[in-house]
């Protein structure tokens, strides 16, 4: 196991970290699961933030990401991506999920995040198979790692014991 890698059972919006990642829809504006809840613990500064990146670019394409200030959260960052709804994997759905957390490091990377939290992107309501996100999780997490040293943690913050046990399993 990479001692660099911590896996967490809780509420994301707990996690002290430099960045926590938001599994958010295309709107940037909220929603369930763990957007609705960043956005309630995060405060009007995070949707501010938001509304500012949609009315710039139109909202954010799935595999793709932005970053706001963590408004009340003890992130300092929230970095916002869109994972794929699942529709049975043949709709490039796995690639789209490596983009999005290649995406979130990228921006980890720009704005010296050393510490980041992840949930389990596209796994709740976007129906996306836990085991297939872990693994895909891990090589964008292991290879992130690999490029940027000067990250030094990386959280994966399951909801519920069935993905922590997922992710302990694939980790070793």
């Not at 995070?46 to 706001?68: F, S």
Request: glycine fraction near 12%.
């Amino acid at each position: 196991m990479n001692e660099k890698i911590t896996l967490v059972t809780g509420d994301i919006t707990h996690i002290h970290a430099d960045a926590i990642v938001n599994a958010a829809n295309s709107s940037l504006l909220g929603g369930g699961g763990v957007d609705g809840a960043i956005h309630r613990a995060g405060g009007p500064a995070i949707l501010e933030e938001c509304k500012q990146i949609r009315n710039r670019q139109g909202g954010c394409h799935t595999g793709d990401a932005v970053i706001t200030t963590g408004g009340n959260l003890p992130a300092r960052y929230v970095i916002h991506t869109v994972g794929p709804v699942w529709n049975g994997g043949s709709q490039n759905e796995a690639q789209l999920l490596k983009r999005a957390y290649q995406s979130c490091f990228r921006l980890a990377q720009q704005h010296d995040v050393k510490s980041i939290a992840f949930p389990s992107i596209s796994t709740g309501i976007y129906r996306f198979p836990k085991k297939k996100a872990a693994e895909i999780a891990l090589e964008a997490i292991r290879d992130a790692l690999a490029d940027n040293p000067a990250l030094q943690e990386v959280k994966i913050v399951c909801f519920d014991e069935e993905t922590r046990a997922i992710y302990a399993g694939l980790l070793g």
